[in-house]
């Protein structure tokens, strides 16, 4: 099996990108072992904080945004940083050739269930027209990022990343400490009838996306061996679409703060988005592209559906698999 530095190289990114990406998976493994020591570690349970989502800080947010913001502090590459539990813009390096964002802990409801949970980040060249701490810096949209990838922490440590190419899945050998390539890309099925999304906010939806699932779950025979998974952790769902395929939903709904979704659309949407397109599926917020928002503040949020290509489109327009299927032919 290669070793991740290879492979990049293989792909031909630059060195400066591939030591960066290096930086982010030192912490990343660094995490995956607090993750496995659990209640041993001292990691379990919720400060007595919230971060600028208005969401409680769950003790493993907390470690692994520090992780992840100590080793790109001392990253010379990195002229600036944001995370999902920071409220602005770090500033690292006014020189600096990149910007990151990062989730350091998708799904941190379910740490203290041991449930599966994982650290989602981008990477963008910095922009020179713009002082090197300015929340400007993360004004691009997500078809300028260089790179983007998650760790998922369960069963193994797996990193699946893009630097432009194929989506590649890694797994973390903890003998040597370093991630292999597992799947040298993955394939999103065109059509698939599993779908995450959670179910209990359906008296908040609207009408045409109430019409959707009343279709699926009653009356729709495209959807007679429909299956629903739900993991309360956006990293975890999006993974099995990328492995089998299916879609995952998070829609805009009627509660206060959710007007346009829940997804932020920097450090959650668009890193999965860019994943899912470069392994052949579509990612889209309403009728657009979410790689092709403009992005108009830090933390934005916005609806998502994600995942194979049918499915997707089926949700987007609310017409029948056949006519989509015959579209796409």
Known sequence: MKRLVPVLKQDG???DLIMLIRTILAASKEIAFRVSQGALAGVLGSTL???IQGEVQKKLDVLSNQLLKDMLLDDDSVSAIASEEEDSVVGVNPHGQFIVAFDPLDGSSNIDINGQIGTI???YNAREDVEFDS???FAQKGRDQVCAGYVLYGPSTLLVLSTGGPTRCFTLD???GGYLLTEEALSIPKDNKEFAVNMANYRYWDAKTQKFFDQILY???DYAKASMRWNAAMVGDVHRVL???GVFLYPADSRPGIENGKIRLLYEANPLAMLVENAGGVAYSGSNSILDIEPTSLHQRVPVAMGSVINVKQYETNTSLMNIK????
């Open 13 to 15: 990114v630059n060195t």
């Open 49 to 51: 904080d919230e971060n």
């Open 121 to 123: 980040f981008t990477i």
């Open 135 to 137: 929340e400007l810096q």
């Open 174 to 176: 903890l003998t040597h």
């Open 219 to 221: 009356s729709n025979k």
């Open 243 to 245: 492995t089998r395929g």
């Open 326 to 329: 015959s579209s796409l032919n």
